[in-house]
Structures are given as structure tokens and as C-alpha cells.
């Protein structure tokens, strides 16, 4: 059963996005019963089952956290990326070889601010201009540290030997 | 909007920090923009990494039961929405001429086929179950007659499933529903133990609870309506009652 293999990797996402044990189990349910639901749309070429389930309970814990779970979140059309067969592969061996340390790692080498905008967006669910506020720094500010902290994180994590086929 | 712009859109996109009027904007950019599809995958497959990064909690094993509960609830609604063939009785019945009248033949046999019907649906029999799993079905007592459900246990699972339709919905209070259906396992020697909580299915006719363990631990299930869940023994009236199935001649 899929929430065996990746129930408790949802339970630890949606519980520190909600901050509440009850809210996350609920979360989690509603996120394993749409995966059940919509297993029929998913896509192998566009990333792992486990990048999926957690991308899920992540958008749903953060609609619960912004009081929007009745509205459909808008899904990115990625019709036109280049299929990610080889990603697929290379996902898993990266979850089964990267290690909770080695991400860590990756990410305690953001500058600071760096690293506490994406917490606060990823671990804790604010939206771009509550972090703006947050941090009292402009919009554009909050736009530019996200997109700097991903790629330097790609970047640390390439260098350890992760190897992507996006380019 | 420049693929710069949106450069910037995906990677709050793909930490889910995007704001809603942003998120319209990247849309319909990225409809267009093939170069911007393959900056997005990136984005999100690096965030994607992140989860890994935070020390695992085990969430309570009652969460796996409640999520079963509610798949097999929601397919329990679906076999029975899904349009059926009539049973073989209905169609010799149809068949027969016009203005046809009970003789007294014919009520003999009906009464015996709504008591064989009675019989079989109350004894615990094994009926169009998958192979392994074995079924039993009762109806309600007389507390809640319209209460039918079904027990499958699965021996090498060790895991039984309860189906129950015809249970009124969950009185409320102060707008949320107050307490729950329990389900309890009846032990040889009569005591209740409680096995799990009735989930409804998105129909709210059907409810469903996943019971893990051997079967051949409890001699039966009943439900009751609980004012207050985590109550240790049944407080409310038992409102249905099935044996647990039985095994299979070897």
C-alpha cells in the first residue's frame, strides 16, 4: 500500500507545515485519498510516486493554512517540459542514497536569509508577501532570495553527486 | 510577462509561496513558453528534496485505519451506484402476464423466498467474495431495522472490513457531529472491546471502519452510537450485530 511506503515522510511534511498533529492527520488523509482517487492521471515521466504524494499533502496543507481548501488549486501545465524519464530513475536513487544529513548540509550552506525565506515559505506555508512583511524587505527581495536558495541548492546538491537530466 | 519574471514565479511556485494573482500570471506564461515548462520542472524537483530534510514523525496507526475506512467506504458507494443488472427473481417476475395475482402457490413461495432471503442474509456465508476473504451479513436491530452491513475478513491480512449502510446521519452539536458509530469486538465471553470508528463515505449513506487483527479473537461486531468518542465501553444501544465469517472447511 502506497501509505506504507510514504505515509510517514507525508505525516512529518503536513505536520510541520501545520504545526497541529490532528490537522496534519487530516490533511494527509484527504491528500492519500486523492492519489487514490486521481491514480489514473499519474504521470511516471514527470517525477516519482513519493514527489507526487508530497506534493500533494504540501498544497493541501498550505490551502488548509490559508483557508482556501475549497478552491482548486491552479495545476501547472507542463505539457511542454521535456519528459523526465532518466529524472524519474535518478529521483529514486536520490531518495534512497541522499541522506537526511546530506540535504541538511545542502541547505545550512544557504546564506541566511536564503535559507529562512524558503523555510518559512516550504516548512512553514507563508506566501511570498507575508515573508516580505516577515522579514521587512521588499517583494522583489523575497522573489530573488527563493530562486537564488533553489538554485544554490541544486547547485550544492550536484556537487555531491546528484545528478539531474534537466538542464 | 518576460521569462525572467516568471523565472522568479516559479521558484516561489515550487516552495508553494506563490500569491494567487501571481499564480494566474505564471499560468497563463507558461501555457506558451516551453523553455519556462523545463525551468519549472527544475524548480520543483530541487523543492521536492526538502521534505527529506525534516526529522520523520510516525503518525498514529489509527491514521491507516481511518484512511482504509474511507477507501473501501467510497468503494462500497460506488458498487452500489453503479447501475445493476435485476436479480433473477425481478426478471421472472416481470415476465410474468399482466394482472397476474398472488395464488395461493404463489404466496407460499414468495413467503419462502423472503424467508430464505431473511436466512441467508443473516447468517454468516461466504457469497461473490474475492478469493481469501470471507463474508458475513446481518441486518439491524431493533433500535435501527434499515441498518445492513457487511464484515470481510481477509485471513491473510489479518484485516476485516466493516460496511454498514442505512445508519442516520451523526446527530450535531454546536454545528459538528457529535461523538460516533463505534464499532466494538464481541469476545467469546460476551465482553465489548472497541475495534474502531465508522468513516462515512463522501455519500454519507455508506460508512466503513478497517479492523486490524485475527478475526478468530472475537466472536462478532456490533455497533453502537457513542455520545462521546474514546469511550471505553458501549454506552448507546446496539444497533447492529454481525458474527465474523465463518472459516472455510479445509
Known amino acids: 500500500m502506497l501509505y506504507d511506503r510514504y505515509g510517514r515522510l507525508a505525516f512529518t511534511l503536513a505536520l510541520r507545515v501545520l504545526g497541529d498533529a490532528g490537522a496534519a492527520e487530516d490533511v494527509v488523509q484527504e491528500a492519500f485519498l486523492a492519489v487514490w482517487r486521481r491514480a489514473a492521471s499519474y504521470r511516471p515521466e514527470r517525477g516519482s510516486l513519493r514527489t507526487w504524494v508530497c506534493s500533494i499533502v504540501h498544497h493541501r496543507a498550505i490551502d488548509r493554512l490559508r483557508g482556501r481548501s475549497g478552491r482548486a488549486r491552479l495545476d501547472l501545465s507542463l505539457d511542454k517540459a521535456p519528459p523526465e524519464v532518466a529524472l524519474s530513475d535518478t529521483w529514486e536513487t536520490v531518495a534512497a542514497d541522499l541522506e537526511r544529513e546530506h540535504i541538511r548540509r545542502a541547505l545550512a550552506e544557504l546564506p541566511d536569509e536564503q535559507r529562512r525565506t524558503i523555510e518559512l515559505a516550504y516548512y512553514a506555508g507563508y506566501s511570498q508577501s507575508e515573508i516580505s512583511s516577515l522579514m521587512k524587505v521588499p517583494l522583489g527581495t523575497v522573489k530573488g532570495r527563493t530562486r537564488m536558495a533553489l538554485r544554490r541548492l541544486r547547485s550544492t546538491l550536484e556537487r555531491q553527486g546528484v545528478e539531474w537530466s534537466v538542464t | ?250
Open chain 2, 1 to 250: 510577462m518576460t521569462c525572467d519574471d516568471c523565472d522568479l514565479l516559479l521558484a516561489a511556485h515550487a516552495v508553494g509561496a506563490l500569491d494567487l494573482d501571481d499564480e494566474r500570471r505564471l499560468v497563463v506564461h507558461l501555457q506558451g513558453c516551453a523553455g519556462c515548462q523545463a525551468s519549472a520542472a527544475a524548480y520543483l524537483h530541487t523543492a521536492d528534496l526538502l521534505p527529506l530534510a525534516l526529522e520523520p514523525v510516525t503518525p498514529p496507526p489509527a491514521l491507516r485505519s481511518r484512511l482504509l475506512a474511507r477507501v473501501h467506504a467510497e468503494v462500497a458507494g460506488e458498487e452500489r451506484s453503479r447501475p445493476r443488472r435485476a436479480p433473477l427473481r425481478e426478471r421472472l417476475w416481470r415476465t410474468l402476464p399482466a394482472g397476474r395475482g398472488l395464488t395461493a402457490m404463489g404466496a407460499v413461495a414468495a413467503m419462502a423466498a423472503v424467508v430464505l432471503a431473511v436466512w441467508s442474509f443473516a447468517i454468516p456465508h461466504r457469497q461473490a467474495s474475492p478469493p481469501g476473504v470471507l463474508v458475513s451479513r446481518a441486518c439491524g436491530l431493533t433500535p435501527l431495522p434499515s441498518a445492513c452491513g457487511e464484515l470481510s475478513y481477509t485471513p491473510a491480512t489479518h484485516q476485516s472490513v466493516l460496511t454498514v449502510q442505512g445508519l442516520p446521519p451523526l446527530p450535531v452539536a454546536n454545528s459538528a457531529p457529535l461523538g460516533g458509530y463505534a464499532v466494538w469486538l464481541i469476545h467469546r465471553n460476551g465482553s465489548p472491546v472497541l475495534g474502531a470508528y465508522l468513516e462515512p463515505a463522501p455519500d454519507g449513506r455508506t460508512w466503513a471502519a478497517v479492523l486490524e487483527g485475527d478475526a478468530s479473537s472475537y466472536v462478532a461486531v456490533a455497533t453502537t452510537h457513542e455520545p462521546r468518542i474514546g469511550s471505553a465501553v458501549p454506552t448507546g444501544p446496539e444497533l447492529l450485530r454481525i458474527s465474523r465469517p465463518l472459516t472455510p472447511p479445509s
